[in-house]
């Protein structure tokens, strides 16, 4: 189960500080006012008097209505973890592919990068492939040249069992 940390408010008569710098609904400067006289002139618009920070001196707070400020910080936040994720998009080629077949895949890895993903770059070796795996480092020194002016090598050209891989990311 997710448990999500509620931001804690300190609001009304829970603040403790004696002077505040306090800001009216319409975001002008009251100036620095007593505890009681901002309490007074919250209650006078009808809304509420929200701590805003402490790290400045003295204190600011703000005139405003507490509920519809926790609903739109609420609504923020979801928007911001709705955000697009990226994804890992693999291209896959053997050592003997043509020059042309090789410039597709660069030219499908630069509009997978435009998007924002990352790509993996796999050369696949099989049979008597498997005792020349410097012909496929050289296909993959190639698309890291052609790469260069769009993406960064997140990992340089390694080889896992039949299969040599190389990451790439957005600049």
Do not use: C, W
């Amino acid at each position: 189960m997710r448990r999500y940390r509620k931001p804690t408010y300190i609001a009304n008569e829970s603040i403790r500080d004696d002077t505040l710098r306090v800001i009216d609904p319409e975001g002008e400067s009251l100036g620095v006012l007593t505890r009681e006289a901002a309490l007074l002139k919250a209650n006078e618009y009808g809304l509420d008097l929200v701590l805003v920070t402490t790290k400045t001196d003295p204190p600011v707070a703000r005139i405003i209505d507490l509920s519809k400020f926790k609903y739109m910080q609420q609504k923020k936040e979801a928007e911001q973890r709705k955000g697009r994720k990226t994804e890992l998009k693999e291209l896959q080629f053997k050592p003997n592919i043509d020059d042309h077949d090789l410039q597709v895949r660069i030219n499908r890895a630069r509009q997978f990068i435009k998007d924002g993903d990352k790509v993996k770059f796999t050369v696949k070796f099989f049979g008597r492939m498997k005792g020349s795996t410097d012909i496929g480092r050289e296909k993959l020194e190639t698309v890291k040249r052609e790469i260069s002016d769009f993406a960064d090598v997140e990992s340089e050209p390694s080889m896992e069992r039949n299969f040599m891989t190389m990451y790439i990311k957005p600049k």
